[in-house]
């Protein structure tokens, strides 16, 4: 029986993949050096899996995204992009990252969530200006960084089905596709030319609801993709949810040499085993949770596969993480901070690798109970359900009724108090909360961290900011300010580090996209409000003006996706105990004359259940919770939420159940072709779909922020339309930040003055 995993974190131990890709960014280094040390940082992740691993994935590195990369090798890239003056490196973070310099102008390609997780992947798009020519310089660096530290490994690509699945089709042109098909194949040849003995294609799409088409598509593209084979093995490997059934037969008749299967996510999968033909095929079984920090339960996962035993030969099980561990930190051996009671129960990238060599020694015993490391684990995943339990006994018990949760008034009565109390201008203009998070404000909050300024100082430096943020909001005529949340170094950590019922790792990071990365909380209880949070900057920030304020809160349900939730609690228990403290919050902003509240969801698409029979109820819990904290809030006061990210398509009678009276979207990267969806919605209630890219360093200039407003005044009465960037400014620098906004201020003046936009 051997070990393996779909994948491995990217970033490096210490995030050097992140700190040397800013470098080089910054030209602070040249192409050769900068290559060099992404070198490094594969080569240590390889060396690490190794001390674990039977069969090591390479190629899961990359420097930006594994789309990207595979786009890249395809040629499924615009030829605009390629067709430059720019090096061969910018031209591949031009497509990420957009760029604007040396006459050229190129925007950066969409981005999205990869199915139910926080990673960003670069949407590849399909039209006639692709330039099909096949490239394969980023896969060979892996492979050969592989190579000179191990002799067999797999190579992980991410399978063409689902490429092609995830591909916004811009021209539904079937000869194109097929050329991408044969890139894809030419790049299978490659891969073995090269002597890869074993290659991964990760399929996650065939776990999504599937019809005839689709299952047509999978045949189509499986019938011509294998032909080459020869000798290497393929592994179809799919994660996140259990296979659509309707792809069993398919995935039977496909000369394949071993298929992944979820059974952490996707637990029906157990089902399937028999069915499935196994014979001649290697069954990777995910039984580790490679999405979750907590510690496996050996007595669980040994059940699952002495059940899958039953239907398999052993020496054809190779044991696995539920998923790639991309979505996991490094290791916990970092963590100093941590209490070691608490610590016990965590096991991050590396410690999973080391639950999969202990189930595999485990299987091998007899007598489970007097296995020490078995006794073990059994203690510790005693001692955390009798923690989680009591608890849930102490803390909180739900007692509402749906129809309880409703404000005062309906939307349209809500709007017309609202526009007597605010009076704001039409298309009014505001931000998403947070401005640049600039160096002197890490470093102050790192002074106060280490006790080196008090908890005064520190509070007088954040005020100072302030009052800059507000002058300068004031200077450029945005109609609704905000703080600027500098206090806060991530919108889910800093609400984790101030409630009750979290512990915050030191180095427990996760890439989110590219150089991106997230520190999620960990919430071991349900959460309570310890004292006001916000109360003291937000009412600070609205006495230094006569505009309004408006509060920035993160949601229950996305502080929840962006942490790691005890496994033995109801995802519903922590939802509502989270509502229940910014419900706390929330009156506490009102009655201190917070007018304006945006309580943001980013997230909220995030953990939405791949299969749609499971979406009602993870959906119920998002709305409900929602609204369970602004159930309070008069008439007067406007809620507004923000989301990014998503497929709004999917969640849009959701959005309108939360009933929010303003919510502002991101839509500027994907053309706003989101805003057919949001058409409907946008009849009664106001929206702000992001008019420019904050995620780019690309400046827009008025004339094509003009534009922009003029598209969305077209589809959205204009008494509904708010005007803002797509996202918070966070990342941004100042100089970047400050001209956009300016551009967007000027834009909508400009349409103002030309009133035949008005009728
Ligand atoms: N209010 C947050 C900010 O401006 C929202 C961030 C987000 O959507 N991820 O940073
Ligand atoms: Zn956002």
Redesign the pocket.
Request: hydrophobic share 35%; charged share 20%.
């Given at each position: 029986m051997q070990i393996t995993i779909p994948g491995f974190p990217r970033i490096g131990k210490n995030r050097e993949l992140k700190f040397i890709t800013e470098k080089f960014f910054k030209k602070e280094i040249n192409e050769k050096v900068y290559l060099n040390e992404i070198k490094k940082i594969n080569q240590e992740n390889i060396s690490i899996m190794k001390k674990y691993l039977d069969l090591i994935p390479a190629n899961d590195f990359s420097l930006y995204d594994n789309i990207l990369d595979l786009m890249w090798a395809l040629g499924v890239v615009e030829k605009k992009y390629l067709d430059n003056k720019l090096s061969y490196l910018e031209k591949y973070f031009a497509i990420a990252r957009g760029i604007k310099e040396k006459n050229i102008d190129l925007l950066p390609y969409d981005m999205k969530k990869w199915f139910n997780t926080n990673y960003h992947f670069i949407v590849p798009k399909i039209n006639n200006d692709l330039s099909l020519k096949t490239d394969f310089f980023f896969l060979e660096k892996n492979i050969n960084t592989a190579k000179e530290i191990i002799n067999d490994f797999k190579v992980v690509l991410i399978g063409p089905y689902t490429f092609i699945k995830l591909a916004k089709m811009e021209k539904e042109n079937q000869k194109i596709n097929e050329r991408i098909i044969q890139n894809y194949i030419k790049l299978l040849k490659r891969i073995i030319e090269l002597k890869v003995k074993n290659i991964q294609l990760d399929e996650p799409s065939i776990c999504l609801d599937s019809n005839k088409r689709d299952i047509n598509l999978f045949k189509n593209i499986y019938s011509e993709v294998l032909k080459e084979k020869k000798d290497s093995k393929i592994f179809i490997q799919t994660y996140f949810s259990c296979i659509d059934e309707k792809f069993i037969p398919q995935i039977n008749k496909l000369n394949i040499d071993g298929l992944g299967l979820d059974f952490i996510e996707g637990k029906e999968n157990l089902k399937f085993v028999k069915r499935l033909d196994l014979n001649n095929k290697f069954l990777i079984a995910g039984v580790v949770n490679g999405k979750n920090i907590w510690i496996n339960n050996y007595k669980n996962s040994i059940e699952i596969l002495r059940l899958i035993l039953k239907n398999v030969k052993k020496e054809n099980i190779m044991l696995s993480t539920h998923s790639s561990l991309l979505f996991v930190p490094y290791t916990k051996r970092n963590e100093t901070k941590i209490p070691n009671e608490m610590l016990k129960f965590l096991s991050f990238a590396e410690e999973k690798m080391q639950e999969l060599k202990d189930l595999k020694n485990l299987l091998q015993e007899n007598n489970l109970s007097q296995n020490k490391i078995y006794q073990n684990n059994q203690k510790i995943i005693d001692s955390l359900i009798k923690l989680t339990q009591l608890e849930l006994k102490q803390n909180f018990v739900l007692s509402f009724k749906i129809k309880d949760l409703n404000r005062k008034s309906n939307i349209a009565k809500r709007k017309k108090i609202q526009e007597k109390f605010l009076k704001l201008p039409i298309l009014p203009t505001t931000?998403?909360?947070?401005?640049p998070q600039t160096v002197d404000v890490r470093i102050k909050r790192k002074d106060f961290k280490e006790g080196k300024i008090t908890h005064e100082q520190y509070k007088n430096f954040i005020k100072e900011k302030i009052n800059d943020l507000i002058k300068f909001q004031e200077e450029i005529k945005l109609d609704i300010l905000?703080h600027g949340?500098f206090e806060?170094n991530d919108?889910v950590e800093y609400f984790a580090e101030n409630l009750q019922g979290f512990i915050i790792t030191n180095n427990g990071w996760v890439q989110s996209y590219g150089t991106r990365t997230t520190k999620p909380p960990i919430i071991f209880s349900c959460v309570k409000r310890k004292y006001p949070i916000t109360v003291e900057y937000i009412t600070y920030a609205q006495s230094l003006t006569q505009k309004p304020v408006k509060a920035?809160l993160?949601g229950p349900i996305?502080i929840i996706n962006w942490s790691f939730p005890n496994e033995f609690l109801k995802i519903k228990s922590i939802a509502f105990s989270i509502a229940q403290a910014l419900r706390e919050e929330i009156n506490d902003l009102v009655k201190n004359g917070i007018k304006i509240i945006?309580v943001?969801e980013?997230?909220l698409r995030e953990k939405l259940p791949l299969k749609k029979q499971k979406q009602k109820e993870y959906l119920d819990i998002a709305i409900n919770a929602f609204k369970y904290c602004v159930k309070d809030v008069p008439d007067e006061i406007q809620i507004h939420t923000?989301?990014?990210y998503s497929e709004f398509k999917d969640i849009i009678n959701c959005i309108e159940k939360m009933d929010v009276d303003v919510i502002s979207i991101?839509a500027s990267r994907s053309d706003f072709s989101i805003l057919k969806h949001l058409k409907n919605y946008a009849k009664k209630r106001q929206i702000g779909p992001g008019i420019y890219d904050v995620h780019s360093t690309r400046v827009p200039d008025v004339n094509e922020l003009i534009e922009k407003i003029k598209i969305l005044m077209k589809i959205i009465d204009y008494k509904n339309l708010w005007i803002n960037p797509d996202?918070?400014?966070?990342t941004r620098n100042w100089d970047e930040t400050k001209q956009s906004l300016k551009n967007m201020v000027e834009a909508k003046e400009n349409i103002l003055k030309s009133k035949n936009y008005f009728k």
């Open positions: 931000t998403i909360g947070s401005f905000v949340e806060r919108m920035i993160t996305t945006q943001d980013p997230a923000h989301m990014c991101e996202c918070g400014l966070k």
